[in-house]
C-alpha cells in the first residue's frame, strides 16, 4: 500500500516588465525515516557506476 503524501506549499508572485507570475513550490511533507531513506535512494543513483 503506497503511503499518501502531504505538500507544504510555498507561492510567490513575480512580476516582469506588465507580466505577473505566479510560482508556486511543493516540498513533501515526510518522516525523517523516510527523508532519508528518498535521499539513500538518490545518492544511490547519483553516484552509481554504469
Known amino acids: 500500500m503506497q503511503e499518501q503524501v502531504n505538500y507544504k506549499s510555498e507561492v510567490v508572485n513575480v512580476h ?4 505577473a507570475f505566479t510560482i508556486e513550490n511543493l516540498t513533501p511533507i515526510l518522516s525523517s525515516k523516510e ?3 528518498r535521499k539513500r535512494e538518490i545518492e544511490k543513483q547519483l553516484f552509481s557506476l554504469s
Open 16 to 19: 516582469m516588465g506588465d507580466r
Open 35 to 37: 527523508r532519508e531513506r
